[in-house]
């Protein structure tokens, strides 16, 4: 099978964020994700087992495992893999991901215990984290340097066996998968970054499949290929710099919220392929997602908020209060056609109601210094708990532990008291009703523009194989995750 990605890994080690969300092909988490909802398990022998108070979990795993390089998989490897996540030493780029874990200790080789620092019911989303031999981590040293990095060992149903970089990489079944070897024995993954380049190699037959923008997915799925899109917890925001004098005001930020048009954006920039956002939680979550938190398009009202609020309209359109001009700017990586397009989406409803976004497309290394006083498109998201999903997005205790982690600097208490909530509560009907109060709370005093979720889309060959189910995707997408997120279980069609 032939492949063409338009984005090419730093790393495969799972300790610098390789496969984070799960679905990495060399390697497994203890659970991992069904595709729809749910957790499922892999390297554990069974779901997890919670304490009472959720603090401690405790998790039995497969047996007669083994990695890649022929090693058996035991309760070692799980405690190694961990700690190295945690321990400084180690400078894991995950390592903020995992900050509720106070230790893991073996209690036999077959059985995990984890204890955290907190109650935390979302701790079985942290454990698909892909699990690395504890050899590969016996030395206490920066991950940056290790051969994980171009060499992974993993237990995951294909092995690499050449990665040239900037071109291609390919992988091959792992014989001895303990889910069985895989049907597809070898993928080739071209590297092409170029959206219209690989349509148009996709067009001549060149490739089995790839990932593309939307509207340009549907001009080439034809004559013997499919497209398919697949819906996705991954959102497009507006993160506003809450502690400047004009995108940081209360009045602000609601009539921003109003004054957007996103059923417009998603018709002209997504070709009808994504949802409304309003809050960071999808309907896809099912009983976590609140359908009353959301925001009517309503220019008229947005005008009189900012009316309301003593922001007049300048004789250019623009509004100023107390001689400060209603004017903020917005950042969207350079490289990302669509950001961009959102980006100007945004910054043309919001001059229709006397706010003036200025736009800059900036290099991923110059954002940090400039979050502080700019806005920023981003994106993020993962299907498979609403914690992760919602968190290090809105929490104020998140704040200053991340460049991306509540990037404008929000605080809210109601919505901060109620995902804490959330966190620690074990009884499914409570803790939704603490995400939709959260989201409550959120739509009352917004700290962002939520825009959309976006489908991820792909064109697919046809004919060949059985086995695609469409997946509910996280922010990362492309052929780890696509219609392939689950191609080790692929037959041939008979």
Do not use: C
């Not at 945004?346 to 806005?375: E, H, K």
């Not at 200053?400 to 990037?407: D, E, S």
């Amino acid at each position: 099978m032939l492949l063409a990605d338009g984005y090419e890994p730093d790393s495969l080690n799972p300790l610098l964020g390789y496969g984070q969300e799960g679905a990495a092909k060399f390697y497994d988490g203890l659970l991992a994700f069904d595709g729809r909802s749910a957790l499922r398990p892999a390297l554990a022998a069974e779901q997890p087992q919670a304490s009472p108070d959720a603090r401690t979990w405790t998790v039995r795993l497969r047996d007669g495992v083994r990695f890649h390089d022929g090693t058996s998989f035991d309760a070692d490897d799980v405690v190694a893999t961990y700690r190295a996540a945690i321990d400084p030493a180690y400078a894991s780029t995950v390592s903020s991901d995992f900050d509720m874990l106070a230790d893991v200790q073996a209690l036999d080789p077959r059985t995990v215990r984890f204890d955290l620092k907190i109650p935390y019911a979302a701790w079985p989303s942290k454990l698909v984290l892909g699990i690395v031999p504890a050899e590969k981590l016996a030395r206490p040293e920066p991950q940056e340097n290790s051969e994980l990095n171009t060499r992974p060992v993993g237990t995951g149903p294909y092995k690499l066996v050449d990665w040239r970089r900037g071109d291609q990489m390919t992988w091959e079944a792992n014989p001895d998968y303990w889910g069985g070897a895989p049907a597809i024995s070898r993928i080739t993954v071209v590297f092409a970054k170029d959206d219209n380049t690989r349509a148009q190699r996709l067009a001549s037959g060149e490739f089995d499949g790839t990932v593309l923008p939307p509207v340009l997915a549907e001009s080439v799925g034809r004559d013997g290929y499919r497209t398919v899109h697949h819906s996705t917890a991954d959102f497009r925001s507006i993160a506003l710099p809450n502690t400047h004098p004009v995108a940081g005001d209360r009045a602000v930020r609601l009539a921003l919220n109003l004054a957007v048009n996103r059923e417009g954006m998603i018709r002209a920039l997504l070709g009808g392929h994504g949802k409304p956002a309003y809050t960071p939680i999808p309907e896809s979550m099912g009983a976590h997602h609140e359908p009353a938190a959301r925001f009517d398009f309503d220019p008229r009202r947005a005008a009189r908020v900012l009316d309301d609020a003593g922001w007049r309209v300048g004789a250019d359109g623009i509004r100023e209060r107390g001689g400060v001009r209603a004017r903020f700017t917005v950042m969207y990586f350079a490289d990302d056609s669509l950001r961009r397009d959102l980006a100007r989406a945004f910054a043309s409803d919001a001059q229709a109601v006397g706010i003036q976004v200025d736009l800059a497309g900036v290099d991923r290394s110059a954002v940090p210094g400039r979050l502080a006083t700019d806005g920023i498109v981003l994106g993020g998201g993962n299907p498979m708990d609403p914690d992760p999903q919602s968190y290090t997005t809105l929490h104020s205790s998140v704040i200053g532990t991340g460049t991306y982690n509540n990037p404008g600097r929000y605080r809210n208490a109601e919505v901060d008291a109620a995902l804490d909530s959330a966190r620690q509560e074990l009884d499914p009907a409570r803790r939704a009703e603490y995400y939709r109060q959260a989201q409550r709370a959120y739509v009352a005093d917004p700290g962002l523009v939520y825009l959309a979720f976006i489908d991820h889309s792909y064109v697919m060959r046809e004919g060949h194989w059985t086995g695609y189910q469409a997946p509910v995707e996280p922010h990362t997408h492309g052929t780890t995750w696509g219609p392939w997120w689950n191609v080790e279980t692929w037959k041939p069609q008979a």
